[in-house]
Each structure stands twice: as C-alpha cells, then as structure tokens.
C-alpha cells in the first residue's frame, strides 16, 4: 500500500530489498534499447536518402531517374520531384487484379478516369505507362496530406481491398489513386509526367516523346 497524500509506503508496510537494483536494471535496458534505436535509424537514414537525388537536382526542378531493380514485388519508395513526394509501387499480378475486381470498381468516385488528373498516355484502368508501376503525386486532394500505402486487403477495416488511406481525414485510394466515394478527397491522385528510359529505369518530371506537353498545371486538383 502507498500513502497517496505524501507518496510514502504506508505504515507497517516495508519497502522491498530488490527494488532499487530492479529499478535500475530497467532503466538501464530501456536506455540501451533506446540508443540501439536511434543509432538503427543513423544508419538507415543515408541508405533511405540515396533513393533521392541530389539537391542542387531537386532546387533545379530537373527531372529524375530512378531504377527500378531496388522496388521489390509489392513495396513503394517515395522520392522527391520539385519537393513534391512521389509515390512508385510495384503492383504484383495479384495487385492488379484487385484493380479491376467489380467489387472494388463500384465503390469508386471516378474509376474511368474522367477528370483530368492525369496525362492521356495514364488514362487507363491502371491509370500508368506498365501495369506493373504506378507512379503517383504522393498527396491527397482533399487538404494536402500524405495518405499511407495500406496494400494488404482489411489493414484499414473489413472489406478493405487494398491502396492507400489518409489518416487526417479518412480519404481513400485504391492502388491506382482512384478515389472512393464517399470520402472528403474529390478527386484521383494526379500522375506526374513520366516515362522509361529503359525497362528498369524510370525518369519522373518528363513526358515521353510522344506524350504531349502534360504537366501538373494541366490537372484539376493537387
């Protein structure tokens, strides 16, 4: 028992032998878990950092390539294009077929594509160049927030097939950045310019050859 009014063990009661040392054991293992951490992340952080380009790129607003090979089967990276974040995933066959499952394209706001948030060389059931990537404005059209990448079906509730999730105001995309009804976002997540140099190399902020003057200007909402 404890004397609440002064914080003292009350009367009678003897404080335990071991408490001091137990005290102190737990303090030291929680202080080394928390250096073990931070220094987990010291590490981390340069290896993370070169997904992006260099700085003097980014200020430039110059376009960027990014390779492929490193975006395992069903991961996102987030780089950064005229300090905006872009999202590029790579959509596994079974990604895919979430996409075009019924079920999933009737709770869409806009599941053609209609408005134009992205280039005509992305207006498709897949809204990307190959299937296999999307390659998205990180931000959502409602306030401006990033959405996370929920990909695995229930993560975010029952019945969840599977995209991305704003946890400000609760908006929802599916894995193309198709929009669902009902939600504050009004919009699909834009496409920004891009195309592929080759079959691994992917460069963000250029249109391909034949693919006209798109840029982020053209779409409705970002």
């Not at 706001?109 to 948030?117: K, N």
Request: contains cysteine; aromatic residues 8%; glycine residues 8%.
């Amino acid at each position: 028992m404890t004397d609440l009014a002064h914080g003292k063990p009350a009367t009678g009661t003897a404080p335990s032998s071991d408490h001091a040392p137990a005290s102190r054991r737990d303090f030291l293992t929680i202080a080394g878990s928390a250096i073990a951490a931070v220094g987990a992340v010291c590490v981390a952080w340069p290896l993370l950092d070169t997904m992006n380009p260099a700085k003097d790129t980014l200020a430039a607003g110059a376009p960027v390539d990014i390779d492929l090979t490193h975006v395992q089967p069903g991961q996102q990276i987030v780089v950064l294009w005229r300090s905006t974040p872009i999202f590029v995933v790579n959509r596994t066959p079974d990604l895919l077929k979430v996409l075009q499952d019924p079920k999933d394209v009737a709770l869409l706001s806009d599941p053609d594509s209609t408005v134009m948030q992205q280039p005509a060389y992305a207006t498709n059931w897949h809204r990307s160049i190959q299937p296999g990537y999307s390659v998205l404005v990180g931000i959502c059209t409602h306030l401006g927030c990033i959405p996370s990448y929920m990909p695995q079906p229930n993560s975010v509730n029952p019945g969840w097939l599977g995209g991305y999730f704003c946890p400000c105001h609760g908006s929802r995309y599916d894995l193309a950045g198709r929009v669902y009804s009902g939600v504050p976002a009004p919009y699909n997540l834009p496409v920004p310019p891009y195309h592929f140099l080759n079959k691994t190399m992917v460069r963000i902020g250029e249109n391909p050859p034949d693919g006209g003057d798109y840029d982020l200007n053209s779409v409705v909402q970002i």
